[in-house]
């Protein structure tokens, strides 16, 4: 059999060639990729900029040179780098099991109906998104004055422990979730207890979850400087800290000490700072990144 | 039709291909060897209008019936029967489910399961279970075994529980030297059996399985009929299985449920009819039975 | 019946053997853990409401919020706060007039054109931003918008300006915008897409058309939430806008904003009990009122989106 092909009366009524409007569909394209382009390049100009600008300054000088007003070329960010480290330690202290804890009782005890468990989430979730200058105030009037801790240590880590805890909450309770259900079902078809099976079972199994979460969260809390300005971190600080409640600078402080300078040396000495406080930053969510690729997939 | 349940002509079924039913009188299981009659003769589950609710939607029906110890029953039934719902409200495993409720008698040795002074977890250690996708724990093989006595807190040998129990489901000639290996790596059909030794290593009376070969290939499966036959002698087993064959071949009762649909259009699960294996395959004597044995519905 | 169907004598052996003290405590244990967050808004509120009130005793609430100077260091101090409001205001202007294109251009493009592979490199490399500490914008904003881009282009700006603040800003809340509005727009039912695609639509229009008109009440809380974090961000302000508080609209001035002033007065040595310690408070809950409504009014659009597409 041979079939032949009728043309069609109305050549234009079958004509599958793209017409209508080509160019404005093509722009619109090239105009979103060029919203997602500005905030890439920029991201690239002020990694190049402060790069570039602190380069001179990006030697052993930086890191075992304490800070001094008077002599740029020999002043460093000693202090600060231990500063930042005591902070952040007593904030992952603090936070970490609180967080943890939270997350477990509202993802593994809370019954769904539980209006208290509701109330917590959205309080969780309006806290996430407070100003961290209020925190500041929050640190300032209760552990501050309130509670007399001053202006050390351990109030700048309470009151970073209590900016990240929401980050923290809700990174785990994720983590927590994403373990499947059928694993908890199986221990308590065991017999096991509600606290057995989230502490043999669900708990191990979203530890990669909860560690890259947190990662990020204490990476957040690194690179806070709002809340400490009211803390007392801006204060010249020549010494390593040597306790909980011991005076402090941090690393985001020293470099805003440093932008308030008009010195051109010291601007360039923030630049090198910068340089350094992003480097640590890039590595912990280097590693974050690495444990979620390491675990992803499992189930 | 009645070729099935006629007595005097119990082969007559066979050409599958001509009538696209199965042909399950072939593979009754003739090894338990039991020859039952409609009374139990030890009761271990006592349901008396047992009635499952999901919040408002009544899941399961008035069910009233026992099982027997040491035997195997078989719940079949179309999906949306209610079958397994019914079965993981015999170790409270639907208590997880927020808003399912139980009313009703669901005894257990003449105790009320659901009776207020009832713990869940006393319950679950009397009452194992087996789910449908092998829910090994992501850790080893051992630990996977010595988990539940752990958490019990046994005062066992656990090295010698662990290969009792492995033995026991057939398992312990193909992991004896990987112990310590993740229990991810063994084939569905070994963790499966790894499940199922892991339920055994608390000593339980009961065993429930919920499709227990459902993710299965057909050689994994029959070694799991094949253990669980072994286990009858110790065990007491409840399976559900959409698998009529599997029903035949290795329980000693099968009961058989459907769901009613209401003017809503709700699905509610009912028990149709109770029986010894052989009679329920052979000569049901409700006729939504036959139709569903027979392949004509369901 | 058979053997074992009536109740047996005797204590049933399915209760509980030994109490678990340990459970229990446990679960206190956690729920007291789960009411920090819940002592923290309250802390919050104690914190900044009690010495606000302190501070509305000696100067009234139509003063604070109604009048135009702001002068707390002077030796007759004046707080209307009007001055620190309209910096915020400018500032989030520039800022969300940056942030809610380009946001939502980016997240348009990451969750109907590109591909996934670009997906996957494009979305994380853009959340960098959001990683990048906001001291460090301050700085770029100050020395590299402000006095290598700016200087050339307005002759006429102050080293310290609105402008460049905003606009750093915006940059910074992109992310936020971004990713939450993509979040939206993957919510959306494939269905939807398919059926304007079957009427023979373009991927403009049902993006345009049919994607973000489903996903608006999500879109809206990204921009909601953006806002408030422009509203609440402080240290690129605090760097590179100034802290001279200043009623104008003009983007090239310096100005001060609420959360600037904050920054500034609580990092100076001020005695507690006076009034310009608890201007800091009275500003603060200020900031805290209108970021909490932003809050609250955003989660409240996500719920919505998020009910309407479950």
Redo the contacts between chains.
């Keep these: 059999m041979t079939a032949t092909l009728t043309p069609p009366a109305n050549p234009e009524a079958v004509d599958l060639r793209g017409h209508?409007?080509p160019v404005?569909?093509k722009a619109?394209?090239w105009?979103?990729?060029?919203?997602?382009f500005?905030?890439?390049a920029?991201?690239a100009?002020?990694l190049a900029?402060?790069t570039i600008?602190g380069w001179p300054r990006l030697d052993s000088r930086l890191w075992t040179n304490m800070p001094s007003i008077r002599r740029p070329e020999q002043a460093g960010a000693e202090s600060a780098i231990f500063g930042t480290l005591w902070v952040i330690g007593f904030t992952a202290l603090f936070a970490l099991?609180?967080g943890f804890?939270?997350a477990?009782?509202?993802e593994e005890?809370?019954k769904p109906t539980s209006r208290f468990?509701r109330?917590?989430e959205?309080?969780?979730?309006?806290?996430a998104?407070?100003?961290?200058?209020?925190?500041?105030?929050?640190g300032?009037?209760?552990f501050a004055?309130?509670l007399a801790l001053g202006q050390t240590v351990i109030t700048a880590g309470l009151t970073l422990a209590?900016l990240v805890?929401?980050v923290i909450?809700v990174a785990t309770r994720e983590a927590l979730r994403a373990v499947p259900q059928n694993i908890r079902h199986g221990s308590l078809a065991l017999g096991a207890?509600?606290?057995q099976t989230t502490w043999h079972q669900t708990m191990p199994a979203a530890i990669p979850g909860m560690a890259t979460g947190t990662i990020?969260a204490l990476?957040?809390a690194?690179?806070?400087?709002?809340p400490l300005?009211?803390l007392g971190a801006?204060t010249f600080i020549s010494f390593n800290p040597t306790g909980p409640f011991s005076a402090y600078t941090t690393l985001?402080?020293q470099?805003?000490n440093w932008?308030r300078e008009s010195r051109e040396e010291f601007?360039v000495l923030?630049?090198a700072t910068?340089v350094l406080?992003?480097v640590i930053?890039l590595a912990m969510?280097a590693v974050a990144?690495l444990i979620r690729n390491k675990t992803q997939k499992r189930w | 039709m009645s070729e099935i349940h006629d007595p005097n002509a119990p082969q007559a079924t066979s050409d599958l291909a001509n009538t696209g039913r199965m042909d399950v009188s072939a593979v009754l299981g003739e090894e338990r060897g039991t020859p039952l009659d409609d009374?139990?003769?030890?009761?271990?589950f006592?349901l008396n209008n047992v009635r499952v609710f999901y919040g408002d939607f009544q899941a399961v029906r008035d069910v009233t019936m026992?099982i027997g110890r040491h035997e195997i029953t078989a719940f079949i039934g179309p999906s949306g029967c209610g079958k397994s719902t019914l079965l993981r409200s015999f170790n409270r495993m639907n208590d997880l489910i927020p808003g399912a409720r139980v009313e009703g008698l669901l005894?257990?040795?003449?105790?009320n399961?659901y009776?207020p002074?009832?713990?869940p977890?006393?319950?679950r250690r009397?009452i194992g279970m087996v789910f449908q996708k092998p829910n090994v724990f992501p850790k080893s093989i051992y630990e996977n075994v010595a988990y539940g006595p752990k958490v019990n807190g046994m005062k066992v040998n656990m090295d010698d529980l662990v290969e009792e129990c492995l033995t026991r489901a057939a398992l312990w000639d193909e992991v004896k030297d990987d112990l310590k290996k993740s229990a991810y790596a063994l084939s569905g059909g070994q963790q499966q059996r790894l499940v199922i030794a892991r339920c055994i290593a608390v000593k339980p009376e009961v065993i429930l399985m919920d499709e227990p070969c459902a993710s299965l290939d057909p050689i994994a499966t029959a070694k799991i009929e094949d253990l669980m036959k072994q286990l009858a002698a110790d065990y007491t087993i409840v399976i559900v299985t959409h698998n009529m064959q599997q029903a035949a071949r290795v329980s000693d009762r099968t009961a058989f449920f459907t769901a009613d649909v209401d003017a809503e259009g709700v699905r509610h699960g009912r028990l149709v009819e109770y029986g010894p294996t052989r009679r329920i395959f052979t000569s049901p004597k409700d006729p939504r039975t036959e139709d569903y044995i027979s392949g004509r519905f369901g | 019946m058979?053997?074992?169907?009536?109740?047996?004598g005797g204590l049933?052996?399915?209760?509980?053997?030994k109490p678990?003290y340990?459970?229990a405590i446990?679960?206190g244990?956690?729920?007291l853990?789960?009411?920090?967050?819940?002592f923290?808004?309250f802390?919050?509120v104690?914190?900044?409401l009690?010495?606000s009130l302190e501070f509305f005793g000696e100067i009234s609430l139509g003063e604070f919020l109604f009048t135009t100077t702001w002068t707390p260091l002077f030796a007759n101090p004046q707080y209307g706060v009007l001055p620190l409001v309209m910096g915020t205001l400018v500032i989030t202007l520039i800022a969300i007039a940056v942030a809610i294109?380009?946001?939502?251009?980016?997240a348009?493009?990451?969750s109907e054109?590109a591909s996934p592979r670009a997906r996957r490199v494009?979305k994380?490399?853009?959340e960098?931003?959001a990683?990048?500490?906001?001291?460090?914008?301050?700085?770029?904003a100050?020395?590299?918008i402000t006095q290598v881009v700016l200087v050339n282009i307005f002759p006429g700006i102050q080293v310290f300006n609105a402008l460049s603040a905003g606009l750093v800003m915006g940059?910074m809340i992109?992310?936020t915008i971004?990713s939450l509005s993509e979040d939206a727009m993957a919510a959306v039912p494939g269905g939807l897409r398919d059926g304007a695609y079957a009427l023979g639509a373009?991927?403009?229009q049902t993006a345009l058309r049919v994607v973000i008109p489903a996903a608006l009440s999500g879109i809206v809380a990204a921009f909601v939430?953006g806002i408030?974090?422009a509203?609440?961000?402080?240290?690129i302000v605090?760097?590179a806008a100034g802290l001279q508080p200043n009623m104008t609209l003009n983007p090239l001035e310096g100005m001060q904003t609420m959360?600037s002033y904050?920054?500034a007065a609580?990092?100076g040595d001020v005695a507690?009990g006076s009034i310009e310690y608890k201007s800091?408070?009275a500003v603060?809950l200020l900031?805290?009122v209108i970021?909490?409504v932003?809050?609250?009014i955003?989660?409240r659009l996500v719920r919505r989106y998020r009910q309407a597409y479950q």
Aim: with cysteine; net charge neutral; proline share 6%.
């Design positions: 209508g409007q404005v569909d619109f394209r105009v979103l990729f060029l919203c997602l500005v905030g890439i920029f991201l100009i002020l900029y402060v600008k099991p609180i804890m939270s477990i009782y509202l005890y809370a468990a109330f917590v959205v309080n969780i979730q309006n806290l998104a407070v100003p961290s200058i209020v925190y500041g105030i929050l300032l009037a209760i004055r309130a209590l805890l929401p909450i207890t509600q606290w990020l990476s957040r690194i690179g806070e400087a709002a300005l009211l801006v985001p402080i470099i805003y932008t601007q923030a630049s910068i406080l992003l930053l969510n990144i | 009374a139990i003769p030890q009761v271990v006592d026992q005894a257990y040795h003449g105790y399961i009776a002074d009832v713990d977890i006393e319950v009397r | 058979t053997t074992a169907s009536s109740a047996p049933n052996p399915l209760r509980q053997t678990r340990g459970e446990i679960k244990v956690l729920v853990a789960a009411t920090v967050s819940l923290t808004t802390g919050i104690i914190s900044v009690i010495p294109p380009l946001g939502l251009g980016s348009i493009y990451l054109y494009l994380p490399t853009l960098v931003l990683g990048i500490p906001t001291v460090v914008f301050g700085f770029f100050l020395e590299f940059i992109i992310p971004a373009t991927k403009r939430l408030s974090r509203i609440g961000e402080t240290m605090t760097i959360t904050i920054a609580g990092a507690t800091i408070f603060g900031l805290f970021t909490f932003m809050n609250m955003s989660i």
